[in-house]
């Protein structure tokens, strides 16, 4: 386990713009949705858009490039199947986003 602070609680508005962070060498998109925080890769999949430019729609977050849509909750691809997100467990503690994101070596 690697707990790292990506945000504080305020930083972020329910349903509004994602955050993108760099973390173990990782990028990570941090979003708040209408029932918390979710953190997922921030590279797209198809061509590499950064996802927490994205406009985010309930759960979904579109890829401002070309548009694939991503479940942020659960890292589903909902327009090609299979081409899925990692996504990282997150939890709160206090006024801290704390997102477990484990070293690559
Ligand atoms: S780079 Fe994300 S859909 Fe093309």
């Known amino acids: 386990m690697s707990w790292v602070r990506l945000a504080k ?3 972020l508005e ?8 760099s973390v173990h060498n990782q990028e990570i998109a941090l979003f708040r949705t209408a029932d918390g925080y979710h953190a997922v890769q921030n590279s797209c999949p198809h061509r590499g858009a950064p996802l927490g430019q994205g406009h985010l729609d ?6 401002p490039w070309h548009g694939w849509t991503f479940n942020v909750k659960t890292g589903q691809c909902v ?5 899925d997100l990692k996504t ?6 206090g006024e801290n986003v704390m997102v477990d994101v484990p070293e690559v070596l």
Do not use: A, F, N, S
């Open 9 to 11: 609680t305020g930083d």
């Open 14 to 21: 329910p349903g509004g713009k994602g955050c993108i962070t």
């Open 58 to 63: 309930g759960q979904d977050v579109l890829c």
């Open 79 to 83: 327009t090609t199947p299979g081409m």
């Open 88 to 93: 990282y467990p997150v939890r709160v503690e």
